[in-house]
């Protein structure tokens, strides 16, 4: 019996309420870090039981400490300022870093917060990185003047940080670059940073792209080396998935298949017409099945309710195709090597 | 010579002040408001973003497009024939725009931007009052039917209908705000960027389209903006055969636009996008001054035939950043109008010596400068 259709989710879950309110408070002055950092581990540990509950393959900690994916890395790194906010889309704002010197890691930034959470599961739980050239895209430069430099230190400081994930025993590590399929020409740079990044890591490494010119981007992407690229593909119709009749797709892949900016729950019946979609182009060991992108910007219950749609949807097409749900050993897989098809000669 | 907006400013307060709309968005989702009252917030940004532009200096306003979304779907919702579908990435920004997807052939129904124009002109004229001046224009900006049509989904119809339906529907829209007596109307037309050397069908297209959207508008003043990019392979005749009176470059992300603006008929009114609206860092005020001499030296244009804009919208800047964009582009549009070199450099540059050194950014005493003993002390 074949294995696959793993269940995960992209990252982040919405704070409960009360958290949210504590953020305010906190950033006004009004509540004390000990008293926050209580209110985050709570949440983590109330979000990773929802998910064992529910059955997830491998969880998330739903970031419950983090702001904006790539405001919060630049917070923690040296030579980055906070600027003011700038909007993301509707009445989403986020407050945009400015890089005014040389960007470097100075100390571990998720490794604490992925050992809180590991240690509530004996499932795996991944490892949320936001990937270089997104953290460089999605800031201002006032420093380096040139992209390729700017990205590339954050590569390197984002490979410190995936190696003492993985040091600390994580087996999935993702790192998110939403912004690399924005611009085509870029791509070989989001590739040559995450050959940095995961240069030497014993971890099944992923990337997360989402909300681009897909078509464009593919089958380039293959190029980044990562074992697995997930995509967001509810939200887009799967379309992607019929180019991969002509090009085929080299990796695994992360397989969106509810909207996370929609507030209507898909059905199960939808999202299992998703993977089976992509199980006409994919062996079923290569498909994870998870939400099109973070779900923080649902409500709590929407945000459950979405998960359990993913679940049930991929339980579904399990049952209907005689596939299991034991995970493979997480490591480097062939695909990380394996970029874009070229033509012969080429 | 004056400085304007692209079209949005952001929506953000300044620092420390509270962010009053975002709240009331947050309070008409969970219906604590309704519309009127979400409304009324609205207008009092659009009073608050508009006094910005008038006390930084810049001479033809505009509402910052703070009540939209987007561009594309703050048209598309108005016609007949759209749905909204799912999100998509602005071109190669972090911001995301909801995809119109055509129906039907879309079809105008009644004015789309006519009403916030007329809010925004009676706010213009409102604050010019209180500060005893003259009421300043107010521009009205629209997405224009080729860039529309390139970034929806044209479902059944399909691109090349759907683009020349919109071009007629727009023209309707047009007309109305000609009507309404609006003193410029700009259309932005930034996927002409997209149009590549080889893109012969959609070059006809994009002329097709805008020869539609502009029929019967000659005695307008109708603007044609392109931003995200240069359009240098849409073409100059192409561009300059069409009954726009003036152009708006994005000079930052698009400097082969040079190239269009020196081929640019000299009746044409030039905007220089010039100020970065994509980084915080402070843009250097005599390459915006080159800029503007520059663009009134083309074709005998002359500097009342020229301004200075942001390179594209500047909501992609945080508010406190945004304002000293405008400021430093009003400082910059009326320095440029300063004749005298002299007066000029010592208006850049207090330091500087003469007009080239100050124009290159660079200040070196005159005795440093190799050869300055020997011509007295001036090159």
Redesign the interface.
């Given at each position: 019996m074949s294995n696959g259709l793993w269940t995960t989710s992209v990252g982040s879950f919405p704070k409960p309420p009360e958290l949210v309110k504590a953020r305010a408070e906190h950033a006004a002055g009004r509540l004390g870090d000990d008293q926050l950092h209580a209110l985050e581990r709570r949440a983590t540990e109330d979000w990773i039981r929802f998910q064992e509950e529910l059955g997830v393959d491998i969880l998330v900690d739903g970031e419950m400490y983090r702001g904006d994916m790539a405001t919060y890395f630049a917070e923690e790194m040296a030579g980055f300022e906070i600027?003011?906010?700038?909007?993301?889309?509707?009445?989403r704002?986020y407050h945009?870093p400015?890089a005014v010197g040389p960007v470097r890691r100075t100390h571990p930034i998720t490794v604490d917060a992925w050992t809180y959470a590991q240690s509530l599961t004996k499932r795996p739980v991944k490892g949320m990185l936001t990937g270089p050239y997104t953290i460089a895209?999605?800031s201002?430069?006032?420093h380096y003047g040139s992209r390729r430099e700017f990205v590339l230190d954050l590569a390197r400081a984002i490979h410190e940080e995936a190696m003492d994930l993985a040091a600390a025993g994580a087996r999935y590590i993702q790192v998110d670059e939403p912004?690399a399929?924005?611009?085509m020409d870029e791509l070989p740079l989001v590739a040559e940073a995450m050959a940095i990044v995961t240069d030497g890591l014993d971890a099944h490494a992923i990337t997360h792209i989402c909300?681009?010119?897909f078509m464009h981007a593919y089958p380039t992407m293959l190029d980044i080396p990562v074992d697995q690229v997930d995509l967001e593909m509810a939200?887009?119709g799967y379309d992607l998935l019929e180019r991969f009749r002509d090009i085929p797709f080299t990796k695994a892949i992360g397989l969106g298949v509810v909207?996370v900016?929609?507030h209507r729950i898909e059905s199960v019946d939808e999202a299992a017409d998703g993977i089976r979609r992509a199980l006409e182009v994919l062996p079923p060991e290569r498909i994870f099945v998870d939400p099109d992108c973070g779900l923080k910007t649902r409500t709590v219950e929407e945000a459950k309710e979405k998960m359990r749609v993913v679940v049930e949807a991929a339980r579904r097409v399990r049952a209907e195709r005689g596939i299991g749900d034991e995970l493979p050993d997480a490591g480097p897989t062939p695909g990380r090597s394996i970029g874009a098809p070229r033509p012969a000669g080429a | 010579m004056f400085a304007t907006l692209v079209g949005a400013y952001?929506?953000?307060?300044l620092?420390g002040q509270p962010?009053r709309v975002?709240a009331a968005?947050?309070r008409l989702?969970r219906g604590e408001i309704d519309d009127a009252a979400f409304r009324a917030a609205q207008d009092d940004l659009v009073r608050e973003v508009m006094a910005e532009q008038l006390d930084a200096g810049l001479e033809l306003l505009t509402d910052g497009q703070v009540r939209w979304?987007?561009q594309q779907t703050a048209v598309a919702r108005g016609l007949r024939g759209f749905e909204v579908t799912?999100?998509?990435?602005y071109?190669?920004?972090?911001?995301?725009?909801?995809q119109p997807r055509a129906l039907e052939e879309p079809a105008w129904v009644s004015p789309i931007t006519v009403d916030d124009w007329r809010f925004a002109r009676d706010v213009a004229v409102s604050l010019a009052h209180e500060r005893g001046i003259a009421a300043p224009p107010v521009k009205q900006c629209l997405v224009g039917p080729y860039t529309l049509a390139r970034l929806s989904d044209p479902g059944e119809v399909g691109r090349e209908r759907l683009t020349l339906a919109l071009a007629e529907a727009l023209n309707l829209e047009l007309l109305a705000l000609r009507d309404a007596g609006v003193p410029v109307i700009q259309l932005d037309e930034n996927a002409l960027t997209l149009i590549g050397p080889d893109d012969v069908a959609e070059r006809a297209l994009a002329g097709e389209a805008l020869r539609r959207v502009t029929r019967g508008l000659e005695e307008a003043h109708l603007c044609l903006a392109i931003t995200m990019g240069d359009a240098v392979a849409a073409g100059a005749d192409l561009l300059f055969e069409l009954p726009f009176r003036s152009y708006l470059f994005d000079l930052i992300a698009g400097p082969d636009n040079w190239e269009l603006i020196a081929r640019a008929p000299g009746e044409r009114g030039i905007v220089c996008g010039v100020a970065n609206a994509?980084?915080?860092?402070a843009d250097d005020e005599p390459v915006m001054i080159w800029a503007a001499h520059y663009a009134a030296s083309t074709g005998g244009r002359g500097l009342d035939r020229v301004a200075l804009a942001p390179s594209t919208s500047l909501?992609?800047?945080?508010?406190?950043?945004a304002k000293a964009k405008i400021e430093a582009l009003a400082e910059a549009a009326r320095k440029a109008t300063i004749a005298d070199p002299e007066e000029l450099a010592k208006a850049i540059d207090p330091r500087a010596v003469d007009a080239r050194s100050a124009a290159l950014g660079v200040y070196e005493p005159p005795s440093r400068r190799p050869g300055a003993a020997a011509r007295g002390g001036r090159p």
């Open positions: 600027g003011g906010l700038v909007r993301s889309y509707g009445n704002y945009k400015i895209d999605w201002f430069d006032e912004a399929s924005a611009r909300y681009g010119d939200n887009s909207d900016h929609s | 952001p929506r953000t307060p620092p962010f975002r968005h947050a989702e979304d987007d799912g999100l998509l990435r071109f190669d920004t972090n911001t995301y725009y909801r994509r980084n915080t860092r909501e992609y800047l945080p508010r406190d950043r």
